[in-house]
């Protein structure tokens, strides 16, 4: 070509179609350039727009669920479309999760889509700004050793004092660091035992169904990765599950999905469960392997041990104890129930234990046993609790809790010697917490209002 | 097919230089142009946008976190351009709608717009 563009001699269609081939090129890049980046403006404007619709419909769907409390319609998995506006709307799915309700609001404008998830939970009110709250009955509390209490003390008349323990006094400069309020009024929060009642009645009722469908039937052995997201809640799916299912491989299961068991649970494997998975068993559960467990949900009748797990995120519900051994790290927002119709369970934290979130001892019946064998909270030293103890029999604190203790009385054991309403060197610093923490929402006949707890 | 062929390969009307010249010509003129219509038509509206998309997400933002649940509007400029954006807040018995415009100040259009529901008594994260 170039040999007869020198000689110009019969070359000039070629070199046309090349250069007009160039040239087109270029307007074309030009032009998708443009058209890319017009198409990039639009799927940012879509993608806000579904994502403010998607959170639109968290806060109408909580301002439903606000109006209507008391007709509990929360009891009921929802999945329902909201209009946000004449031109877009949400697809709402949610359910009660233990001590919150899960709750997920997706939106799609064109070709962008928003999902959002959360938990519901309850914003707490001004009784949980203070860092103790006890039965005014028994008062007044005695401190002593290294005991430090930051944030306002709410008692009975009698108030605070100093005691020395075996020859130990009190070493703290003072008492109390904020206000001693006395009151011969109860002042501690209630809880809505109906909606605790409800729901271990619901987890019996699951456990009592004769369910043919077994895990390892639809699941095969060699499967290590198993996905139930097609579920919209964990109640459409409910398998039959044994002990050798749980520690076969490493294997990752994510729901929503309940898994039931009618055997004795200790699971070793490096297990990794999210996305909702409730596991109920009638026999007492044991977690002592590498676990990775995230949005989970563990009932027992009998005890739950949990031994340092790799990432624990999730809820523990027992009839008995529950029992969080040396080192072990729970993240928020977690939370331990002991419900009980007996009062000799327990909840202990162990040294070194760590955990984010809300634990509660709650007894089924109001009058309770009289004496030492009483249920209880017990945070041993080292031990820390970032949020809230609730307990309506004893506490016992030798450990550290950034946050409120609510409380009928504290109590330890010197031998020869019970200690009622002693509490000796603990700390409770209710600045410490995090000002976002959000409480279950059986509180909510406390006059808290509920709320998101985040936003994913 | 071969005559054909044969007569494209030798075509004696316009030299090579001549077409060169008359391509180069149109280009100086197409290209420019080109630009200028690209320009005219899609970047400069979608700078326009980008900018006011921009605005409205962080008005939006602001507005949510701040819990600035109140009527606003005010000014601001990006590269020389002069952007109007207004907050407007609607009661909705114990919900709230919060919507944000952006408009190009010259030319009174809406640019971008967003809105959303929000509980005031609810905290944000």
């Keep these: 070509m170039w040999k007869n563009i020198l000689k110009e001699d019969g070359s000039s269609l070629i070199t046309v179609m090349a250069i007009t081939t160039i040239i087109s090129a270029t307007l074309l890049i030009i032009l998708s350039y443009l058209l890319i980046q017009t198409k990039h403006l639009h799927s940012k404007e879509n993608y806000l727009t579904a994502k403010y619709n998607s959170e639109a419909g968290i806060y109408v769907y909580l301002s439903e669920l606000e109006k209507y409390w008391h007709y509990q319609k929360w009891m009921r998995p929802v999945n329902r479309t909201i209009n946000i506006n004449p031109k877009d709307s949400v697809l709402i799915t949610a359910y009660p ?39 005014p009955k028994y008062s007044p509390v005695v401190l002593t050793g290294n005991t430090k209490i930051y944030g306002d003390m709410r008692t009975g008349k009698h108030g605070v004092k100093k005691g020395t323990l075996a020859g130990k006094p009190f070493t703290g400069s003072k008492l109390v660091y904020g206000e001693i309020i006395r009151s011969e009024v109860d002042q501690r929060p209630s809880i809505e035992k109906e909606y605790l009642h409800s729901l271990y009645t619901d987890f019996r009722l699951i456990l009592s169904q004769n369910v043919t469908d077994n895990f390892n039937e639809i699941v095969s052995d060699t499967s290590t990765i198993i996905s139930f ?31 039931i068991s009618k055997e004795k649970l200790t699971i070793n494997s490096s297990l990794k469960l999210d996305n909702h998975i409730q596991i109920l068993s009638n026999k007492s559960i044991i977690i002592k392997g590498k676990v990775n467990f995230e949005n989970v949900l563990f009932y027992s009748p009998e005890n739950i041990i949990i031994s340092n797990p790799n990432y624990f995120e999730g809820q523990v519900f027992s009839e008995n104890s529950i029992q969080i051994n040396r080192n072990s790290r729970l993240d928020y927002p977690s939370v331990l129930v002991v419900y009980t119709e007996k009062d000799t369970g327990s909840i202990q934290l162990y040294p070194g234990s760590n955990v984010s979130g809300s634990i ?23 031990a820390q609790l970032n949020g809230l103890i609730y307990s309506d029999n004893f506490t016992t604190l030798s450990g550290h809790v950034n946050g409120t203790v609510i409380t009928d009385r504290f109590y330890f054991y010197y031998s020869p ?25 059986f509180f909510k006949s406390s006059g808290n209002y509920l709320t998101p707890l985040y936003f994913r | 097919m071969k005559k054909l062929y044969y007569k494209s390969d030798s075509e004696s009307g316009y030299t090579v230089i001549e077409v060169l010249v008359s391509l180069i010509i149109l280009l100086i ?97």
């Design chain 1, 97 to 135: 999760w233990g001590s919150f309700i899960h709750l997920e609001s997706y939106s799609q404008k064109k070709d962008q889509s928003f999902k959002l998830r959360t938990y519901i939970g309850l914003n707490p009110s001004a009784v949980f700004n203070s860092s103790v709250v006890l039965n």
């Design chain 1, 229 to 259: 997201a097609h579920s919209s809640n964990p109640i459409e799916n409910i398998l039959y599950i044994t002990n050798k299912d749980l520690n076969l491989r490493n294997r990752h299961i994510s729901g929503p999905l309940t898994l």
């Design chain 1, 360 to 382: 509660i001892y709650l007894t089924e019946k109001d009058t309770l046993l009289f004496g030492q064998y009483r249920g209880k909270i017990v945070i041993h030293e080292n």
């Design chain 1, 417 to 441: 010697t019970n200690y009622f309403n002693w509490i000796n060197g603990a700390t409770i610093d209710r600045e410490a917490i995090k000002s976002n923490f959000k409480l279950p929402i």
């Design chain 2, 29 to 125: 003129v197409v290209i420019p142009l080109t630009q200028f219509i690209g320009y005219l038509l899609s970047d400069e509206k979608n700078i326009e946008k980008i900018n006011a998309t921009y605005l409205a997400e962080k008005e939006m933002e602001h507005c949510i976190i701040n819990r600035a649940y109140e009527n606003n509007k005010f000014e601001e400029i990006i590269n020389g351009r002069h952007y109007l954006i207004k907050r407007n807040i609607e009661n909705k018995g114990d919900i709230i709608r919060i919507k944000v415009e952006v408009l190009l100040l010259n030319k009174n259009k809406i640019l971008a717009n967003f809105e959303t529901l929000r509980k005031p008594d609810f905290s944000e994260f």
